[in-house]
């Protein structure tokens, strides 16, 4: 069992910068893969990025690439979510998963445990 709690949400205007955490319990944390989704209002819960475990390799959507940044302190127990120039139309509530299988990917699907979420307000 892996238990998953977001931080750091909150309103800020266009432009500027957010960093999400999510700190894992339960299960070994360095043994998993980590992602983070968000879901817009409406909207199908979408992929944002994902970090491995050891050796450590990171994906990004498309849309964020190059403006969001994910990493991880296995020794906190905690990956995070560096957000930068942050757009109106990102405004969702973003939640953290937890893939403790060994295929890998970038759908819900592959993600066995998600936290509560976090809303992020992106405002114009």
């Known amino acids: 069992q892996v238990q998953l709690v977001e931080s750091g949400g909150g309103l800020v205007q266009a432009g500027g910068s957010l960093r999400l955490s999510c700190t894992a319990s339960?299960?070994?944390?360095?043994?998993?893969?980590m992602g983070w989704f968000r879901q817009a209002p409406g909207k199908d819960r979408e992929f944002v990025s994902r970090i491995s475990r050891n050796p450590i390799t990171t994906y990004y959507a498309a849309s964020v690439k190059g403006r969001f940044t994910i990493s991880r302190d296995n020794a906190k127990n905690t990956v995070y979510l560096q957000m930068n120039s942050l757009k109106p139309l990102e405004t969702a509530v973003y939640y953290c998963?937890?893939?403790?299988?060994?295929?890998?990917?970038?759908?819900?699907?592959?993600?066995?445990?998600w936290g509560q979420g976090t809303q992020v307000t992106v405002s114009s």
């Open positions: 339960g299960r070994t944390f360095s043994s998993y893969a």
């Open positions: 998963a937890a893939d403790t299988g060994v295929v890998g990917g970038t759908t819900p699907d592959r993600y066995d445990y």
